[in-house]
Every structure is written in structure tokens, then in C-alpha cells.
């Protein structure tokens, strides 16, 4: 009999390893749907901290303003 084949277990590996708000001073704002789409997968799921490598107060920042750009329609849900 076969040995079963384990699945390989990929890390994913974040983007940036600095928080990208810190290094531009700024703050994730709805009407920058661009730089926010950046942290959305291709499902539009919203990226963890771990991969998107945003520290923890702008990642805070970041998720309500995204919830806020789908609302609007720019982002996908
Ligand atoms: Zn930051």
C-alpha cells in the first residue's frame, strides 16, 4: 500500500516586513481604495497582520476603512 502523501504545508510569507502606513505616515483611509486593495485578497478577504505585515493600531484602522470602502462599492465583499 501507498504511503499517504502529506500535504506540504506553505507559509505565506508576508508582502512587506515593515508596516506600510508607519514608513508613508499615513493613515488607511476609504477614499485610498487603491493602496487598501493592496491588503484584500483575491477573494476579498481582508489580510492578516501576519501577512500584511501592518502593525496592529493600523490594522485596526485599516479593516474599518475597507468595511467602509465596500460599503461604498469600491472594495469587493
Ligand atoms: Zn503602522
Known amino acids: 500500500m501507498a504511503k499517504k502523501q502529506r500535504k506540504k504545508i506553505v507559509k505565506e510569507r508576508p508582502i512587506a516586513t515593515k508596516c506600510h502606513f508607519c514608513e508613508t505616515k499615513s493613515i488607511p483611509d476609504y477614499k485610498d481604495y ?3 486593495s493592496k491588503f484584500v485578497s483575491d ?18 484602522a485599516m479593516s474599518k476603512e475597507i ?3 465596500r460599503f461604498l462599492a469600491l472594495l469587493p465583499y
Do not use: P, W, Y
Open 34 to 36: 487603491q493602496t487598501l
Open 43 to 60: 477573494r476579498g478577504r481582508i489580510l492578516s497582520r501576519e501577512r500584511s505585515a501592518v502593525c496592529a493600531k493600523h490594522q485596526r
Open 67 to 69: 468595511q467602509r470602502a
